[in-house]
């Protein structure tokens, strides 16, 4: 005889309520610090990767640092440091680092992934998809076409 609960009803009904957690937003959370251009630390969360996002290196990192990744950096600290910000999840919520994957959300709805990159201190990542990937390439057009941030001195490619 079988308990209940153990049936495979129940673990349809398990998996159903997983999925669905994982699409939902998290609660908001404290920045308690800016990593780089792209990576942050949320209270309750841990380490944060940025989806989407590709900022250049900032000195004293595990690589050498890249042309405005200093200025990625602070960037991303005066729009976050300190700020409480919400999460959405988009596929899988952990890279190969462990690091939590997420869109950041600032209390006035701007998406801090998207105002990197219209600022001009961070690229598309275009190695993966996500869902917001169109939004992303028309920032990058925008800080293109203005010549912000690190394509103050480059052509726009088209």
């Known amino acids: 005889m079988r308990s209940r609960g ?3 009803a129940w673990r349809a009904w398990l998996l159903a309520l997983a999925l669905l957690a994982s699409a939902q937003p998290a609660a908001a959370q404290r920045v308690r610090q800016v990593i780089d251009g792209d990576t942050i630390t949320v ?3 841990g380490v944060v990767r940025l989806i ?5 290196e900032k000195t004293g990192g595990y690589r050498d640092s890249e042309p405005f990744g200093d200025a ?5 600290r005066r729009l976050l440091e300190g700020h409480t910000v919400r999460l959405e999840y988009d596929g ?7 690091r ?7 209390e006035d709805g701007r998406l801090a992934n998207v105002e990197i990159i219209r600022a001009g201190y961070a ?5 993966f998809d996500y869902r917001r990937k169109p939004d992303f390439f028309a920032a990058e057009r925008d800080a293109k076409d203005a010549r912000r941030g690190m394509w103050a001195t480059r ?3 088209r």
């Not at 899988?92 to 462990?98: L, M």
């Open 123 to 127: 690229e598309v990542y275009r190695r």
């Open 92 to 98: 899988d919520r952990k890279d190969q680092y462990n």
């Open 6 to 8: 153990q049936g495979p």
């Open 155 to 157: 052509k726009p490619r």
């Open 100 to 106: 939590t994957l997420a869109y950041v959300f600032l």
């Open 43 to 45: 209270s309750g969360v």
């Open 72 to 76: 990625a950096a602070t960037f991303m």
């Open 52 to 56: 989407g996002v590709d900022a250049p």
